[in-house]
């Protein structure tokens, strides 16, 4: 079935704010790799779609890793002398490393430096740190704000958080198809208030799934909502049995801001996925720009490692890094646009519209061409009058079955032909109906 | 032998004033896919070549298509009310719909104007309509003839014509070679009075076909000279074996006007006439142009088809529908030139001397250079002195002798030396003679 | 180990010096393909490193040519009627076409003429000419000085040359490292005063070699040191054997003027030489270019010859002939320069510095990344505290732990990541250390 026509009967616009509407829901919640973020953040995706949630306890060796302690925090702050808040982790929960340890003190301006961390070119936005992996605590403030603090002044600074045995948790949604065969799609939910990376990931993953849920699918879909790292190493080490099924993937991120897509290929390079992907955006996306494989970014890093070597790549619209925005305070639902937001979402359905429907056919009628004016089905490109067909549905008629031989896929006459990929396979299935083309199994 | 050494002794001049004169001995024919106007052109045809005509009967089953009935016409004309005719055929048989029904009828201009065709934005020209394949009539004119017609009146119109079981014919003319692995060239040649599309593609093969039967050739040549489209269909469906012995080919057409080159490739893309016909125009054409396969366009559609995928690409100078002229009255004897014409022919030649030349020889002493400058071969790109050898020449031997394996052909040391054909031939058949190279055979 | 850290301990001012003084040491010696001067150019040689050196007599076969006559000279000139040198010998070794046989006599100009060369448009520069394979005599004079020749005036030409049997020589310098598989190191030992080409490349490859001579090497090295052609179809028709453990190897050559460096590809193409040298001139040499292979050129003509298909290139600055002065009395000491010739010593040093490292890994845990953090090998992009390393190192890290699946090589890892190949190693080295890569035997 075609995914593409089903999903163009939303408009964009009511798709987007929906879209838009969810990661407002969900900005305000201090997630982090574990705690009671990420567990209210799965209850809410839960609501939309069948989610399953999966609890992998501290100190759970995951290949070299281990499940580390599970992180909560109550609240955070440094006040000066007179008891005022001059950083407060209620108003802004980046404020706060994540991960910091507890602690509690009064400390001279001189001493609290080190933990304090801001972005001077951008005197006004917070930045976003985290230290999971190494006990420390630290506040992330304004330039600006910390210009205010004064060198002779004592400040108390309390981070009210936990560090303790507890829980990793992720969530899976499982859509079977008609095979085994899966596709991945993975998006990290680990960040706390930063909308681009990550909640416009979240928002897109969610309604896609929920999008695919209403279809006749042809592969089965599995959607992870993990923890950074640490969780889709968690959830490769403990389902390698399902890895087997992979037949391709995407990781999603920052697909709401105003850039461009960009697509990262798989470290395999020219597996269908990045094919796929290459080709809809080469089609779909004005300014989208396909990057090479590259061994740092999302979690491609864990799929793609050398042991795996899945095909999945990365789709986002501006890369990681690249916008200033990224890991801080500007990354917020302002920097998120509706219309981005369900453009991101039709570019995933029309990937994975390839994917469904990538078939190999064979052309019954090998020698010459068939007659295609006898059926209706011929437009002359010269002065042979004719049936109705546009110029490139009749060249994408005789592309399809120039090239079916029983090894060109669709995607590769897509390619070839240069013709989207929806209208080689409006072809096919005319041939097909009309008996010129027999399905290779 | 070499084809072009022999070619290159009539000046281009005399064999362009040659060609175009055999366009205009048939222009004047109203050509179709059947009927009396192709027969009289295969009959002027081998008057020059020795060609066999064949005629197959009307109802006789082609693979996916049927030979239809024979088309002949005599007369057609739209008169008014004082029997003036306003559109005559006897003046430009582009006037009637080729393949148009009989009709003769007195109509008010409103009925007649869904059957007549008109170039607004050429207002002098009569376009070239075609309905094969759908029992139709029309009438094509000018634009400004169109608005001489008048509302209120009713015209007679008269398509004297007849469509009845007959044949479809066309020529073949063998030339044997030294083996009986052969070389297609096909031409279509059922356009009325149109010169470049496709009498300038007749006049060019049958000038090379002349040119051949002199010639002693390594392969075998077929000429064919057929109604487009299902004249190809009806050979290959009829000649099954003799495809087998097919080791490449050209379809020949536009070769008249004052375009560059265009060569487009065969399904495979990298055969050895793709390769060769690449090579000559990189070597020989300015403003040259090698274009991509696409199943749409002349008879290398059917060629090409899966099941036959024959080696057979299509050399044209202007591709057709890219000039205003295609397929209109514009396309006459003026639009084709004598030069043109000419180096079309040579382009041919130099094509098939590649194909008739393309060997692969081993050097007889692979270990370091033999030493050429006691053979009187040598000239040296320094100081020292030696033969008198241009410098392209020398690097043409050195190229020879360092590829000559056994497995890169003479057209692959010309691809990666840069240096042309025939002087990588020239170099070849001098360091066979003094034996430091034996043939692969 | 690292031939680099090894090489950039020296400062290439100094080592610059160094190989100009060798030059300018080697300049005045009047060198040919035989004779004393190429004998005397070895001994200065053979006073820095371990050279042998081999005679081959007059008149032995060396596959398809026969080592000539020794030819040495005593004087030359050309003296006017008073007794006068107006050109002489002993000022300047390029005054005689070397090779020049004997003569003795008193001319008119008309009869001199044919046997003087000039370069009319360098009038003050006098050529290098040579005739070795066929017995002539010349004079190579500048444009100005034949000018000031009288037409009326008899001359009196004397050439004390001796052309007889003996002996070819050449030099070879074997070092031997951990495995008999070597590489190849050749330059031309043949030309009189003549600076880039070739005294650069007899100093920097006799500075490698004495480089090399001090490090731990996991490769054989042969540096041969030879009359150009001749000596390399000697030294190849003698030493079959030894050809079989030939891996790589570079024809060195031009290597102290100003221009940029050139790369000649081998035959072959895509050998690990090839690779190695397009990588280190990517990464090292602004203005850097990598050449297609040509059968013409110096001894990689040889080498590349089809029987041996070598992977032999070939390292130049300027191409020869591509500069005015190649060839002639300008490509003197001034032409080539101390820190030119130092940053081609170091080029070498680097391209070999890949051949010696450029080993293949397996990555211990292939599946997933390993936590780099905990054993303090990790530095986040993003927000994450971690190590020092800067983001090339960690990058390094990854693209080695993410490709070292047994087949990519370092160096194929290095191309691909656009990371230099020391950078890679040097990361590979740590990896190594902290057993998260097993070596490919």
Redesign the interface.
Known sequence: MSLLNKFDRTSPAVLGQDLHKFATCLYPICRSITGDGIRQTLAIIQKRIPLQTIAVPTGTQ????IVPKEWNIQDAYVADSSGKRVVDFRKCNLHVMNYSVPVHATLPVSDLRPHLFTIPEHPDWI????????E?WGFCLSHNEMLTLHDQEEYEICIDSTLADGYLNYGECYLPGQTTDEILISCHACHPSLANDNLSGLAVATALAEFLSTCDLRYSYRFLFIPG?IG??TW??QNKEKVRNIRGGLVLTCLGDAGGFHYKKS?QGGSEIDKAAAHVLKIEGRFAEILEF???GYDE??Y??????LPIGCLMRSV??SFPEY?TSADNLDFIRPLQLAGSLRVCAAVLDVIENNRSYR?E???????L??RGLFRS??????GRASGEE??AR??V?????GINSLLDIAER?GISFPRIKDAADLLFKEQLLSLIP
């Open positions: 995951v290949f070299d890793w930045p976003y740190r985290t230290s999971y992996y190494k420390e790292t889709a190493i490769l080490a470290r590259s061994p740092y890093r864990q793609c490692s050398p042991g795996f070597d990681w890094g890991h052309n009628n090998p020698y010459c061409e068939p007659q004016g006898r490109m010269g002065g042979e009058a004719g009749m060249m005789l592309w079955l120039n090239l079916s031989d032909s």
